[in-house]
């Protein structure tokens, strides 16, 4: 069995500060992870992906994320924010050769950039 | 750009009502899949395809829902009667090949059952 679970469901933060959004892993299977971000009314858009090469990903509008076996997190950050990053965060864990394709999505983290 | 297509963006039936959903998967992607997003129980998977063929619709109520690919290029998710408990937003996703492909997201389709 897979899961996620993304320990904030909202985060506030002020343009120009990092952000951090955390999520961890539970798999059977050596995890694939991701970060989807979905802005109002519209659809999930990958932002990076981890699939068991660099533990460290970047990912599109300066997102990065650490996959740390140790600590079955895949935390997202970014060093500094900007209000069009205002969004909600879906962290996403497949499981390896025996999972198939099915991704298992976290509850989501509300990103909130205020000036 | 290539891109996933669903229609209806948004619907609105009273209850008993049937509902289709359509999704035009991007060219040449063979692995078709269906979401479905609330408030209360977030993204689901509801089912999915490669090639055609449901591999997997574990996900789905079967007695009022239905999912086909009738060719390569759509893919529809069927609710026959809907109910306002399947008020929701229906993603569909697809991929290029296998295990390991990234899932390419639609914008969605907003459904209401009054």
């Known amino acids: 069995a897979q899961s996620v679970t993304q320990l904030d469901s909202h985060v506030s933060v002020s343009e120009g500060t990092p952000v951090l959004l955390r999520c961890n892993y539970s798999s059977s299977y050596s995890p694939s992870l991701f970060w989807y971000v979905q802005h109002p009314n519209k659809g999930l858009q990958l932002l990076l992906k981890y699939t068991s090469a660099a533990t460290l990903v970047k990912g599109i509008n300066g997102f990065e994320a650490e996959f740390k076996k140790s600590e079955t997190s895949f935390h997202l950050t970014k060093p500094s924010a900007h209000m069009s990053d205002a969004a909600e965060y879906f962290c996403?864990?497949?499981?390896?050769?025996?999972?198939?394709?099915?991704?298992?999505f976290g509850t989501g983290t509300q990103l909130k950039v205020e000036l | 750009d290539a891109r996933v297509t669903q229609t209806p963006r948004h619907k609105v039936t009273e209850m008993g009502q049937e509902v289709t959903m359509r999704c035009q998967p991007i060219?040449?992607?063979?692995?078709v899949f269906w979401y479905r997003q609330t408030m209360m129980q977030g993204l689901e998977l509801l089912a999915y395809f490669r090639n055609r063929a449901p591999l997997d619709d574990s996900g789905m109520p079967k007695d009022r829902f239905s999912a086909e690919m009738p060719d390569a290029t759509l893919a529809t998710l069927k609710i026959q009667p809907s109910e306002p408990r399947d008020s929701a937003v229906y993603f569909c996703a697809s991929a290029l090949g296998g295990g390991t492909d990234t899932q390419y997201f639609g914008p969605g389709t907003r459904l209401t059952v009054l």
């Open positions: 060219l040449g992607h063979n692995t």
């Open positions: 996403v864990v497949r499981a390896g050769t025996g999972g198939g394709n099915k991704l298992t």
